[in-house]
């Protein structure tokens, strides 16, 4: 079953704007760690937040946490086309599961 | 440094067949996770492989099986075919620290279509 859930499910934008997406979990998490997928392929890990941690950088990308809540949010800056993808959010369990448990995904469209 | 590679990329065929998908983790890498992606739908864990032994299960049943190497690669096999297994198999490498594991890595993954 699917632990998170991106919301917005699609979202486009202008080149250069900024997105935001926003994902909510179920149940407590070792870390929460967010993913790039292109059409279909491969995902790419983009970052991984710990849940002692409120908000992380790397580049362009600013992921905020939550745990009072259960949710994350990642924040695209001067968003270029080639950001287009789907972007999910993976849940790490507490208790050693080790298993990444995933959302739906948000789609997001940056339109030159 | 290559990354993790599938086997093949594509491949198609019919309910009732069997498949074998392959996976070469990322150099270092000692434990590999297997997802299944339906069209639409985020990635679901299916097993995890660690000193060729299955460690984790996901909600998934028995004909789905796998095995790890001591070169630490991995296949999935899937017997008996389903329409609904028709999906995008992804493969996750990892490295294990201590009672931990880094992040995981992710193929490019194999696409199956059942007919």
């Known amino acids: 079953s699917q632990q998170g859930e991106e919301d917005p499910q699609a979202l486009s934008i202008q080149e250069g704007e900024n997105a935001t997406m926003n994902c909510s979990y179920k149940t407590s998490i070792n870390n929460l760690q967010w993913y790039r997928q292109n059409s279909g392929r491969g995902l790419v890990h983009l970052i991984l937040i710990r849940s002692n941690e409120r908000e992380k950088h790397s580049g362009r990308l600013r992921v905020t946490l939550d745990t009072s809540k259960k949710s994350s949010s990642l924040l695209i800056t001067a968003s270029r086309a080639a950001d287009t993808a789907s972007y999910f959010c993976?849940?790490?369990?507490?208790?050693?599961?080790?298993?990444?448990?995933f959302g739906k995904g948000t789609k997001l469209t940056v339109n030159p | 440094d290559a990354g993790v590679t599938q086997s093949p990329t594509h491949l198609i065929k019919t309910r009732g067949q069997q498949v074998t998908l392959r996976c070469s983790p990322k150099?270092?890498?000692?434990?590999v996770s297997w997802y299944q992606q339906a069209l639409g739908q985020g990635p679901q864990f299916i097993f995890q492989?660690?000193?060729?032994?299955?460690?984790q299960r996901g909600n998934f049943p028995d004909r789905f099986s796998g095995h790890q190497f001591p070169n630490y690669s991995s296949e999935l096999n899937v017997n008996a075919l389903l329409l609904g297994d028709s999906a995008l198999y992804l493969c996750?490498?990892?490295?294990?620290?201590?009672?931990?594991?880094?992040?995981?890595?992710f193929g490019p993954g194999t696409r199956l279509l059942v007919l």
């Open positions: 492989y660690y000193e060729e032994e299955e460690r």
């Open positions: 996750a490498s990892s490295r294990r620290v201590g009672a931990s594991l880094e992040t995981q890595y």
């Open positions: 150099s270092g890498h000692d434990t």
């Open positions: 993976a849940t790490d369990p507490p208790g050693g599961s080790e298993k990444l448990v």
